[in-house]
């Protein structure tokens, strides 16, 4: 059994036990007689119907000790993996897919915060690229924020945007894991071309944007640009120490 497989086993275990923790004994009831009936027909029907129930039958709550998740995203996120490890690996992103076309937005952010667990080998790339086009600000943040899916198994360019579009967004781009090991020259010209397009329209540069940038990698001339404008006042307090130029 592989580490990965161990990690993933070991933490599926530690957050069943934290809900079963928390249910009263009518809810222990239908959770046991859930896992049961998705143990016999292990399909994406099945898991569906009871991801959809889990709201009518589990009381929302936090989860002690599993920060981010309450109680009924938790259960969803249960039934994810129990339906995908009863079907062959090459079978799970399809499956996962189809789930998640299916989901309500709660559903697909349940999905989407647990997929480097249903999915650490990244065979899910194109399902979590898809999830990425969204519009809806809460269910891009389940795959953008703290999450490390995308810095695990995206490719340069698809991460880049990620980061762009999370910026785009009003997000916080410290929240996206994994941006140190992807910053480089590439990625402080797609930053920088971000900043000129804020300050042609007038916007404000968001303040995490340089989050984005290796700052001992800009050519002399991009480091003079960022003195020139901070001597301007153009650029947020949070520049300062990136702008004294080459």
């Not at 009518?26 to 399909?43: I, M, P, V, Y």
């Not at 039934?79 to 996962?96: D, G, K, W």
């Not at 990698?217 to 020139?228: F, G, I, N, T, Y």
Request: proline share 5%.
């Amino acid at each position: 059994m592989s580490m990965d497989v161990t990690l993933r086993d070991t933490g599926l275990a530690e957050w069943n036990q934290a809900l079963t923790a928390l249910l009263d004994i009518s809810e222990q009831q239908w959770w046991l007689q859930a896992r049961n009936r998705l143990g016999q027909t292990a399909d994406a029907n099945g898991a569906a119907m009871l991801s959809s129930q889990c709201k009518r039958h589990l009381r929302r709550q936090a989860v002690p000790g599993i920060e981010g998740r309450d109680s009924i995203e938790l259960a969803r996120a249960l039934l994810l993996a129990q339906v995908s490890e009863a079907h062959p690996a090459h079978a799970r992103p399809a499956l996962l897919q189809q789930l998640f076309l299916w989901g309500d937005d709660e559903e697909k952010i349940a999905l989407l915060k647990a997929l480097a667990w249903l999915d650490s080998q990244g065979a899910c790339v194109d399902l979590a690229l898809l999830a990425g086009r969204t519009s809806n600000p809460r269910v891009f943040a389940a795959l953008a924020l703290d999450n490390p899916y995308p810095s695990r198994h995206y490719p340069e360019r698809a991460f880049q945007q990620l980061l762009l579009k999370a910026l785009g967004m009003g997000f916080d781009a410290g929240r996206v894991i994994g941006i140190e090991q992807r910053r480089g020259a590439e990625l402080n010209q797609l930053a920088l071309d971000l900043m000129d397009e804020q300050l042609a329209a007038n916007r404000a540069v968001p303040a995490s944007l340089p989050r984005l940038i290796a700052f001992q990698l800009l050519e002399p001339a991009q480091h003079q640009c960022l003195a020139d404008l901070h001597r301007q006042g153009r650029l947020p307090a949070e520049w300062q120490a990136h702008c004294a130029g080459p």
